[in-house]
Structure formats: structure tokens, C-alpha cells
């Protein structure tokens, strides 16, 4: 089985993160083929920079359902371009946001993500929102910003322990998210340290990824997903405009 | 006061019919601009034409604020690119969905969308979800694409009538919202023809631009829409950069 | 344009507070009717004074309407009697605390409204809840009296501020509804000391009531609004009875 | 213990109606004392009516807590002026549409409320979800004006079964609720008739006021509720200003 | 009226404070029957005891009504098998969460139930979603174990009082409710203590019990309350096996 | 990885049915050990039976964990005693509903449950509400008793059918989730058929703890789902009570 994990921002020491998170998660068996996007900004923060992430993040799916991959990850928490994603792929596709929150679901009754900055904070509490756990997940800000996360000096891991230990006394979490791709490699450690389950996204999706190609399920194609209809787009984006069915 | 609508698709003969709804609803001595998207598709139908959108979209507002437009206006449906566009722009941004179920809450207690396409009902049912509206709210789709809005052959307005007709006998709708941008000119027609209150979004927002100018409010910035930190982006989408504050 | 603005509350002095930020927020053309109840109480702190605002707010409606104000605003954050309003104007009314909320979700995800008095924290949860903002926005008491707004040795001001620092500490807010029509005069000058948006629902609400008039938009008559059917209304109301339409 | 029933409306046959079903449920030991308000509507039917009905019920509130009376009960199922008699009762005050709700709620997961007119159908769903039970109970229309019940040739009580059926059919519900204090006579026989649990508001408040009496439990007086503050209330509402305490 | 309080764990001199709590609620002509579980955990704390109390608990409804008792009241804040038992039997069955929070809608718009032990937070808050009062009520744990609710050097009783403390200063909370059984003697000298209203499940599911026998009032079995259908149950179970029809 | 997947009714053909299907899913490398419940009903149709079905259920995951089990599936639809499950074992714990409803989320943004009969109707609604998905997920009934499902000739399929046409016409739907673990052999062949994401909970569980066991996760043990305090239970059930730690 093949699974493209794609990193939505440009920055290709995050995506060997990633990649090495998703290659510890996957069966054996599983083929993980990480990819970097080509155009976009070199990390997600806020809205502005992930409506910039999508077109880089679709050529990569596009490429990588060409050339064989039975299921994509998107590894950024904002769960950027998922909805583009999965009408124009006809591979499932997962963010690894929804499939955290998923897994936590099933280890905890109530728990929190740790996020990374202000800018953050109202994108993820909206994921939480529409993916239906409103009333189990509390979000947290560590105010790190995502590059600093692989700064061993910037004290970034210091704040995020900081907010986890407020979790566990304020919001009486029972598991940890990590509400960033960029902390895929604390997960174990935290949760050893802290001894509380701790879940990373890119794990979680890589596992998501797995279940749906091996039980034969894909998006489902009558609705909200449904191919684009074909018509020109213009301009320097007229490469990504839908072809007739 | 100078107000800037944009049609977020490439389609000109859409921006007449969004301008001409614009220009009517405007108070005296509000200037209205009217901008086509230079980049993306023909129109907007489903998530994956929505995430092109935005770039082009946001070019018009960076370039309309640049050049003096005291607020901004989207002019599609979905809301498209509007939190992008919140954190990016110093003006207040308006959505014409967010726009027009504001002003149907203030003249109905019970009221339905009426849209375009399948691919757009739940997009719309998750807009108006996030915006408060799901108690009050129903959403139909009258399936008409949305160009054939365009044609008068085409018989999509007796589609959309079929619809309204529903939503009256059937949701007790005691307002209808149009749930599409390319049937602003149709609102008042409809209104005298079914003894209902039936709202365009584009005249609801440029409404609500000129209410925010007037008093002095703007996105407020330190939060989900601060402004973008200042980073590289890679590839064809460079321009769109954050710069420096 | 007429629009009536009516302080439900028999207090002058707050009458001409009201006046001022309508006319303040006044489209060019716009002219503001400004008119106080005659009868009931002299503020509206909690549920008991509101009952009793309300004849005498419709009482002064029904008076502007048939003196041919084209919309009503009801200039009391409680939203006192509207859905009576609706049922009985055939012009458009707006309450201050619907038109505040609307407008700062155009310019805030998150937000919170400062009120004046405990009486007043749950009546003003209940309508952010109704209205379709649990989620986006928290409530604040103050703990001053209305009438203490118009004293300047009250310290009632400094207690807002001190609110309006927690909402930005705590609830993490990115703009400041005011939860009193009485603190109207005071949006602009908080709005400069903090840098956040701060919203006034007085002037909010003659800017959607201009936006109704405008687009020709008035309620919709076929549900809850319908008009009263026709019956007699015994002992010291019966002026008030719904006449044969 | 003494409880006193207030109809809300002017209607001196529809208190009996009232009267008869209270008593009916009263335990041994209780009185029921009912009351007609004196001013306002001759039936309540919609926003308007409520309005215009809080005075006089809250007359018949404050005159028979003076007399002794240790409860107190709205019989109309809009619970009309229940906030504003909690805040100026001592005595608890249960409205007829909280108890049935609740009553239900015991007996069915999934019921149904059928109300008498369209301009009611909204503020019952209101009602039901500010109760908490808008995932459990839907709302339906028999299409008759309240006073029709009152009369046997209008065919009100067919309309109503009607519903009922539909109710049974289509909203899988396991009880009825029925939503005026109008029917309450028609309860006994309806349960009869279609074999599931029929709750008339009547008798559920009646039992609900022993059940806070008993305990010796009322009104929580410190937030929503409290007293309200000694004021002027100007006009012809004046008698009705609160005191100082 | 015969009705039976069942206690579902195993120990008797907690059954004595419940028997003592409903006797004192119990109306004049009202026989309180108390049982106590033969089966199954001497206290219920969590998840695991409450699903071991089950088969004890329904012994005992069925043994209560086959020996003639009217209603049935499970006596656990969890309000442990409650559906199983609406299912099996025909008397209608109560429990003291779902009664406690109704009567606590009834004399306060925003509350806080105090529970023992952490194990029981999220079931208590699950059952506040479930009973629809999420948006009103809020829960806090005193840190003690159920049995030490019995032994008055425990220093429950004082980490109960500072949860009320807590509850009414950070929450708001107008009236208190006491999330274990056997708190039930607790009631009035807390009541008295923090002059707001105490409400304990015990007496008001008396209250309403003693409702829906005299209104008439039984399970709707059309739904998910039917009776179970006939079939054989294995092991030592077999003797619960639902007969025929 | 050794799996255990649980039938929670004594039914062993269904079991054998089950074990088919969890067999098909598993990843190279997965061992499946199903078990039969040895106490309880032979088939789980409403609140009733699934009370029952819980002692014999734990008592085969306690013997699993102690043989060795990795992790655990309960293979019923109701989630039959999931929460004292996953208080019990320190492995995790894996619903069929749960880890169904996740799955159809990430292929579907609007999809039908189609369960077996009315008494299951209610309480699936309510785990779709639980697990966040009441704006998302509707549930039908096909009117088929459990056991039917096993017999070619009783029409169950054809119903099954008839509901997923309905489903897919009325609702929107765009996959279709199994609501009953007797169904897990048709999914596919459903899937065929109908062009559609057809999922069954049995294979998505055995996935989601595959996921669980390689990325290290099992319950979080601080709150709802500690391990229960230790304590005598009662009666025959005495061998269930829960040792010192």
C-alpha cells in the first residue's frame, strides 16, 4: 500500500518530521511517500497562509494519485485544502487535525489540543467545532511559532509542557493532541513524561490512511465532493482547472 | 465612502449583474467599485473552484485597498477566501452570505436558502452552522449551474421559483434568501411576486461595508485575523508574500 | 429616510445619549426620530422592567409608524419586546443587541459584550445564545446601575475598562460589544484606549435599520410576525387591541 | 397548600377549563385557587398578545401571594411573562410549557408538541429549545384558533388528531404534548384514544408547584431572578413599580 | 400510592437515608417502599459499578411492580439502567439526576450540581448534555468518596461546601444540586446555610413520581421504550430473559 | 497484534460472521480472536437486552486482556457497555458505532445510518449525538429484527435496500453506514451496488485498534474511565468486583 503524506508548507526539514513520524506509523506493508510542497509559504499560520498552501498542496495529491498513491495525508492541523482535496482526488485523502481528534476520541472522554499561536487558536477551535467535538476537546495556545519548533534553543518545547500540564489541572484532559505537524516527533517522549496519552496527527492519519484503502472505501462522490465540473480557469492557476470527466 | 465589490470568478457579465445590484443598494455618495477576479475559474461551484478562487480574489482587495476602497465586499455565496481576506486586509471584508443571513434574521425567525448546485448545499448548510443560523435556517437547491443564471433559456428561474415555492409550503420559510451571487438581479422580482421578503446578499453586504465604515470599525487584529507574519513563499505564488510589518 | 429610535426606558437624560450616537452613525439623509417611552420604568435592569417597557415601547412604534417613520430601532439591549414589534409595525424593527452582534462578527471571531448588572448577565446570554453566537462570544458584567452610566463621579467607567481588560486577558476577545444602550457615547473613546473594535448597538442598529429601508426588505408577515388577529383586549390595555385588518 | 392558576388571558370560560384540569390534579390537601387576568387579550396567541398579557397576569401573581396563595401557575403554554413573575414572585412560578416538557421528557425519549396556530409555532419552538429539548421533541400546527376549542362544532378537536396521527407517523414520537391550555380536557380521552402518554401543561405544573412547595424550594434570588430594584415606573403602568425592599 | 426507591448498590444504611429523604417529600397518601440492590457494588462511582448495578436494580423494579407499586425511583445520580428499566416496565420509572435538574430549571436559570469524585464528572456532565441543560448548568466534584458521605469525620461534608462556594462565586449559580444520593440529607441544613435554593434527586423524584401517577401517566412504548422482545438470555443471567408477550 | 473482537450477544453464528469480517480487514500481521459472550441475550435489540449483554461482555475482554490482547472490539452497534469496558482494561477499547461514524466522516459529509429495528432507532441517535455527528449523520430503520439477518429468506436485505435508496434520495447521503453487526458481510457487495461508501463498523473498529496498538495508545486513566476503586459487589455478580490496585 502507498500513502502520499504531504506537507503543505515549503520547508523540507518539517516534511523529513513528518515523514519520519508517518514511517513509524505505518504497517508493514505501507509505502510512505512524503512529498513537499513546491509554492506557498514556508509554515501555516493562520488563514492567510493556508488559502496560500492549497494550490501547492493540490499539485502534490495530483501528482501523487498519478503516480500511484492509494491515499494522501494533508500533515498541517488547519486541515488545509481537506474539502478541495477530496473532491478532486479520487483517493480518500485525510488531515491529520480530524484524525487526531478521531483517535483521542477513543482514549479519552474529555481532552485538549496544545496548539502553537494566537493566530491558531480560533482555526483549530473551529475544526473541533465542525468535526463534532465541541463538547469533549478544549484548544490551547503554547505561543511557539511553528519554525521554532525545530529550534532545540528557542524553548518552544518548554512552553508547550507548560500548557500541558495546564490541561491536566484546569481542563481535567485525559489525553493530549498536538495541534501542529511540526511536534509529530515529541509524542512519545510527552507521553512518557507525562504519562497520559499523547496523540500527533501524522500518525494518526497515517493509520486513517491504512483503514479506509484496506476496507475499499474512498470519498463518496454524490454531494459536497462530487468532481469539479469542467470549466477554464484563468490566469497563472489555468493549470489546475478541471478537465471534463 | 468607496466600497470595493469583488466577483471572486473571471466571469465579466457576473460582475455587471453584482455591480448593478451593488449600485442599488448604495447609499448616496457610496462609491462603488466593482472588480473580476484576473485569476481561478469561470465560477464557483463546490470547495475545490472555492480554493482557486482566493488568490485572485485577494490580489482584487490588496489592490483595491491599495487604492484608497474603504471596505470590501466577495461577492460569492461561499464566503469564499473571507477569513484569508480579514487577516490580510487593514478594510473591513464582508461576506454576502454572512451579509444576507444577517439581514433575513432581522425580518424572519424561520427562513431558507435557496442555491445553485448539489455541490454547493452543504458548503452553504456548513456556512450557515458556523454563522448561528442552523436553528433558523434551512438550505434547497434549485440545481441550476450557475452560469445558466446568465441565460434566460435555461430555465433555471422557474427551477429557482419551484424551490421557493417549497420552502414556503414546506419549511415555513417567512423569508428566502438567494443563495448565489448571479441571482442578485432577480431579489426584488421575486420579493413582489411571492409576498415575501427575499434577499440578495450582495445589496445585504455592501450594506453592511457602509455600516462599518461609518462607524469607524474594522477587523479586529489580535487574534484569528492578525496579520500574516512575515515569511518566503515559494513558487508562482511568491507575490502573495507577507511582508514585513 | 425617517427612522425612529426609541428608548424603551422613561429616562430623558438617556434619551438624548441614544440621539446622539444614532445621529452620529446617520447616513447623510437619514433623519433620526428620537422618542422616549412614556410609560413603565425609568431603566431596564432584568426581566420584571422589561415586561413593563414594553406597552409603552410600542405605544411610541405604533405612534412613529403612523407618522411615517420607514423603521424602528429599539434602543435597549435587552431587545425588549421585539418579536411584539415585529408582530405589530408593518416597517422593519431592529433591536441594539442583535444589530451589535451581527456587526462584530463582521469584525471579530471572538468576542465578548460587556454588560451593566448581574440582573442583566443571564437575559443577556440568553439572546447570545438565540441569536446564534454561543460559540463566538461571552458575556461580562460590570456591576453598575444604568443610571450610574450618566454619572461621571459613579466609577461606573472604570469599571467597564476593568471588564474590558479581563475580556481581552481572559476570553481572549478581538472587539468589545457594549451591553448597555446607555454606554453609547462612550464606543469611540474605548475603541482608541484599547485598539480593539468596541461596538455600540444604538449605532449598529441604525445602520441595519438603513440597510432594511434601503433594499425594501420589512418582516415577513406569514409566520411568527403575522399580525395580531383581531380581538378585544380588556381593562387598561384595550387601546392596545389588535383592530380587524 | 394553597396554588394559584392564573389564565393569562381574559377568557372567563377557558378558566374553568383551566380550573377543572388543576384540579383534577391536585393531590389531596391542595387548593387550587384560579384566576382570570383582568386586562389584556381574550386568548394569546402569538408575540403581541404575550406582551400585552404580562401585566395582568402579573396583577393576579402579586394579589395572590399576598393572599397566601405558596405557588404559582401560568397556564398558557407560550409560559408567558415567566421570567418577569419569577423575578417579582416569592413564591415559585411554573409555567405550563416548562412542565409539560418536562413531564414528557420522563415518559418518552422522543415526543411531540401539538399547538394551536401558526403564529404560534415558532415561539413554541423556542420555548423548546431554550428548555433544552430541541433534539428530543418537534412541534406541530393543528391549525385551530385558541378560542375554537371552546367550541364543539368548529372541528378544532379533529384538526388536532390530525396531528396526532402525523405525530405518530412521521416524528416517531412516543407522546404528545398539547400545546395550549385550551385542551387540557381533551387529554384523558386523547391518551385513550391513540394509546400513548397525552401530558396537558396543566397538570403538570399543578404537580410540579406541589413538588416545590413539599421541598420547600423557590426562586434562586441572586443572578436572573433577583428583586427587582426600586424605581419609578411612569404612566399608566405605575402601580407596578417595584418597591424598596 | 404506592412507590418504590430503589437503591442500586448493595448498602444499606445509605438506603436509610434515602428511604428517610423520600418519606420526608412523600405527599400525604403516598407509601414510599424502599429496596436495596441484592447484587452488584456497595457504592457507584463510574462507569464499571454502574454496569454491575443493572441486574440488581431491575430485580428490584420488577419485584416492585409485580408487588403492586405504582412508580418506581432509581435512587444513583448516574441515573443507573434508567432506560432498561423504562423498557421493562410498565410503571413509570424516575431518576434522581433527570428529577433533579428539572426542578432545579424550575427556580433557577443557571445552576451547578456538586457530584463526589472525579470517576463521576464526565457521566454527570454527559447526563446534564442529555437532559438538555448544557447551556445551563455546570458540574464540580467535592473530592470524596460516596461511603464518606456517611461518616461525618470524613470531611465531606466541608469539601462539599467548598465546591457551593465555588459554585456560586465562579458560576454564578443560582441554586445548588446535589449530585449523589447520598447527599439527600444534606438538603435543607445547606439550603438554610447558603440562602440559595438545594435541591436532592432523592425527593424530587418522588415529587415526580407521585406526578405521573396522578396525571395518569406511564412510558410511551412505542419507541425505544418498547417492551424487549422475547428471546432466551444465557449463564446466570437467563432468569431476566424476556418472556412473551 | 493480537485483536479481540467481542459479540456481546451469545449468538455464535453471528459471531462467526463477525470474525469474517474482522479477519478481512485485519493488516498482515493482525491476529483476530473472536469471542462469544457466554451470558446474556442472543441478540441486542434496545436498552434492555444491551443491559444484560454487559457482565458477559467484560468477562470476555478481562480474559482476552489477561490471554494477551492487544486491544478490544465490542461488535455490537449500540456500543454495549464501552465506557465500563474501557474503565476496566488497561488495553483500548473500540466501539463498532464510534469507529463507523469516523470512518464515514472522512469519506462523506453528510451520510445515513441504517439500523435494524424502532427499539434501535433512539439509541442510535442518541451515539450519533454523543460522537458529534447530529449535523452530519441521519439514522433510518429497515424494520428487521437482528437474528432476520442471518436468515436468506426473511426479505431483511431487500428492507436494507429500500432504506438505502431512501437515504440516499431523501437525505443526501453520500455513504452509508451499517448499523448492525450482522450486517458486516454486505458491505461490500452494497458498496457495488449502490456506487456509494457503504461502512461497516466491524472491519473499522478492528482498523481503529490496529491504530491504537501500533502508535502506542490505550485509555487515558485520570478521569471517566480510572480504574474502578476496589469494593465488594454483591450476589452472583460478586466475581466482577474490582480488586486493590
Known sequence: MRILVVNPNTT??????????????AAQGTAIEAATSAMGPVSIEGYYDEAFAVPGLLAEIRRGEAGGAEAAVIACFDDTGLDAARSMATIPVIGICEAALGLASFVASRFTVVTTSERSRVPVEELVRRYGFAARAKVRVAGVPVLALEDPGSGAVARLKGEIVRALDEDHAEAIVLGCAGMADLAAALQREFGVPVIDGVGAAVKQAEALVSLGLTT????AYAPPSAKPYAGMLAEFAPPAA
Open 12 to 25: 523540507r526539514t518539517m516534511t523529513r518530521t513528518i515523514e519520519a513520524a508517518a514511517r513509524a506509523a
Open 220 to 223: 463518496g462522490k454524490r454531494g
